[in-house]
């Protein structure tokens, strides 16, 4: 059975690494009491169920079933490229995860083959968090905010430019970066205890068994790796307080220096919610005045960090490419050849939609007069704006570069992402032992 052909909730469990861990004792009752405590407002059920009409619902599974496809199929916006020499500066911090002042431009992702925006190992880690969310999963019920059929038709309200160019690839140098030694002072910095070793295609630091302070770094294109300090953040004596910005984004930056890295090389976001015991942080790594699809992401508590992960593999240059210009990437829009897809949810999505009040039917829907037109909903989208940068882009042989890449935005504020390489550059042959691009 290929991975395609497995239930994606089967390769979930199968990628937790936390699957075999019992929860310690009085865990159960700890969570229980911190969801009834004092001053938790109860929910009216049938209220919530009026409220969040099938529209809504419609939507929200949408959502659910993004999320769902970057867990299974692949993240962007993950990734530490610790120890290189090609991040740019800039401090940017913020609440909602967005720098502030003149910091750099926002990441930019490129689908992945046959499903959502690509990313890395921790995709199959069980991490369920992106600044890019793929449409992989689409309805076509042009009554949502957006339409969300998977057909599209695209047209330009700005000028295209006609003028290609060169531009600087970048790739992640796994190989080299898969020591003893860089792992060990990788996991040492993070607290875990013990020696590197590899076991089951992973590198391993401290037990696995929920026991302690555990490391774990997969052997892939990225060395993607996460890390658990073996501590339950949610074991309050009072109610649950999640550290502050400012020393959250602190202790992050002391991270990065243990770690022999030059702190201000990155820009640093941070949020958390109300009611949570923790605060995450996001480390991104900085080049050419662009935040690449790759963070290391931390989760802090009062006592400090809780977990993380990211990539531990660096990232070193690779030469330069032909691109093609502005008006060639739009017209790779409508090629099948390039499978653009909806990379960013557009505004309405991100902002939250309320439904209307439902009102429960009272019969089945009327068949059509025969002859009656049959529905096949395209969805209308207008590019207001373009720009050329750099994203993570997972080869056949498992490598991963930083290619290139046209980020398009449309006048809903979603956007859409094709490869600027040229064609003279690009191998069209599908994947040995692969039908249709699926690798058996």
């Known amino acids: ?41 109860p929910v009216d059920l049938d209220a919530e169920r009026a409220r969040r009409g099938p529209r809504r619902m419609a939507v929200l599974a949408i959502a659910a079933s993004v999320a769902l496809a970057l867990v299974v199929g692949g993240l962007a916006g993950y990734g530490l490229a610790a120890g290189q020499a090609t991040a740019g500066s800039g401090t940017g911090s913020s609440d909602a995860g967005v720098s502030d002042g003149d910091g750099a431009a926002p990441p930019i992702s490129l689908p992945r083959e046959g499903g959502p925006a690509q990313g890395g190992a921790l995709a199959d880690r069980g991490a369920a968090e992106s600044g890019s969310q793929d449409l992989s999963a689409q309805s076509s019920d042009t009554s949502y905010p957006y339409g969300y059929s998977s057909r599209s038709s695209f047209r330009s309200s700005m000028l295209l430019s006609s003028s290609g160019g060169r531009a600087a690839a970048y790739g992640y140098d796994a190989a080299a970066s898969s020591t003893a030694e860089k792992v060990g002072a990788f996991a040492a910095a993070l607290g875990v205890e013990g020696a590197p070793e590899i076991r089951d295609g992973m590198w391993v630091v401290g037990p696995q068994d929920g026991s302690a302070a555990s490391f774990s770094a997969s052997l892939d294109g990225t060395l993607g790796f996460w890390f658990w300090s073996g501590g339950d953040p949610w074991a309050c004596s009072k109610a649950c307080v999640a550290p502050e910005e400012g020393p959250a984004i602190a202790a992050a930056r002391d991270l990065m220096t243990r770690l022999g890295e030059d702190p201000a090389a990155y820009e640093y976001t941070s949020e958390t919610w109300e009611g949570s015991a923790t605060r995450s942080v996001s480390i991104w790594t900085v080049i050419d005045g662009q935040r690449i699809d790759s963070a290391l992401h931390l989760d802090y508590a009062a006592e400090g960090i809780v977990s993380g992960y990211g990539a531990l593999a660096d990232i070193v240059p690779f030469g330069e490419y032909e691109v093609v210009s502005e008006q060639e990437a739009f017209e790779r829009l409508s ?40 529905s096949w909903s395209v969805n209308d989208v207008e590019i207001v704006s373009a720009r050329l940068g750099l994203a993570s882009h997972w080869q056949a042989d498992g490598s991963v570069l930083l290619v290139p890449t046209y980020e398009f935005t449309d006048s809903a504020g979603g956007t859409w992402s094709v490869i600027a390489v040229a064609e003279s550059a690009l191998d069209f042959s599908s994947a040995e032992g692969s039908h249709y691009g699926w690798i058996e």
């Open 335 to 374: 090629d099948p050849r390039f499978g653009a897809q909806l990379t960013t949810l557009p505004e309405a999505l991100r902002e939250g939609v309320e439904g209307e009040e439902w009102t429960p039917p009272t019969a089945a829907p009327s068949l059509p007069e025969p002859g009656a037109s049959v």
């Open 1 to 41: 059975m290929n991975a395609h052909d497995q239930d994606p909730v089967d390769r979930l469990r199968e990628a937790d690494p936390a699957a075999d861990v019992e929860p310690r004792e009085g865990f159960a009752d700890a969570v229980i009491a911190a969801a009834t405590a004092e001053g938790a407002a």
